[in-house]
Antibody
Framework: EVQLVESGGGLVQPGGSLRLSCEAS????????MHWVRQVPGKGLVWVSL????????THADSVKGRFTISRDNAKNTLYLQMNSLRAEDTALYYC????????????WGQGTMVTVSS | SSELTQDPAVSVALGQTVTITCQGD??????VSWYQQKPGQAPVLVMY???IRPSGIPDRFSGSTSGDTASLTITGAQAEDEADYYC????????????FGGGTKLTVL
């Protein structure tokens, strides 16, 4: 099945770090731009980060700029999100998502990995 | 706050027509996409490029844009259409930034 599978979420203390991974299954990640999108349970979708297919273009939402870094290893068919200096407000379900073009339409989403920042 | 504005909640009687809107300056220049999200599930793309339906999405879903407002219309709403709906597009700055609307909870009565 063509899918995205996230991993790496968990409980972390404020100020801590976590690295999320997203492995593409049955398709070649290198041909797609990719996103991370997060969602606090019961709340709306919030875009976090974007990376071009070759990794040369990277953007982050202001709320995570300087703390989070998106990256990719196309040889491993895997997308990453390095999260540093975590805050309570970063607590959310983090989705890996595939860009479809058309001004950042997203045609495929993983099931998400939960990140909880709490002492 | 979101750069794309959606009504928090909309309701429709079973079989009737409902329109969900998304407003923002970026929609004057960039395409909008729409997503359906049911409880406990990941979002699903239901419309992109303003009016294009992905394969598998029923033709009762349609889209349009006028000025700074995009609309997702469900003609003959079904019980299974009850869900949260989100719009997204490029940020109004045109840079490689992305924005989502706050979401609309659709209730089918």
């Amino acid at each position: 099945e063509v899918q995205l599978v996230e991993s790496g979420g968990g409980l972390v203390q404020p100020g801590g770090s976590l690295r999320l991974s997203c492995e593409a299954s049955r398709f070649t990640l290198s041909t797609y731009w990719m996103h991370w999108v997060r969602q606090v349970p019961g709340k709306g979708l919030v875009w976090v980060s974007l990376i071009s297919s070759d990794g040369r273009i990277i953007t982050h939402a202001d709320s995570v700029k300087g703390r989070f870094t998106i990256s990719r290893d196309n040889a491993k068919n895997t997308l990453y999100l390095q999260m540093n200096s975590l805050r309570a407000e970063d607590t959310a379900l983090y989705y890996c998502a595939r860009d479809y073009g058309y001004d950042y339409a997203i045609d495929m989403w993983g099931q998400g990995t939960m990140v909880t920042v709490s002492s | 706050s979101s750069e794309l504005t959606q009504d928090p909640a909309v309701s429709v009687a079973l079989g009737q027509t409902v329109t969900i809107t998304c407003q923002g300056d970026s929609l004057r220049s960039w395409y909008v996409s729409w997503y359906q999200q049911k409880p406990g599930q990941a979002p699903v793309l239901v419309m992109y490029g303003k009016t294009i339906r992905p394969s598998g999405i029923p033709d009762r879903f349609s889209g349009s844009t006028s000025g700074d407002t995009a609309s997702l219309t469900i003609t003959g709403a079904q019980a299974e259409d009850e869900a949260d709906y989100y719009c997204n597009s490029r940020h109004s700055s045109g840079n490689q930034l992305v924005v989502f609307g706050g979401g609309t909870k659709l209730t089918v009565l």
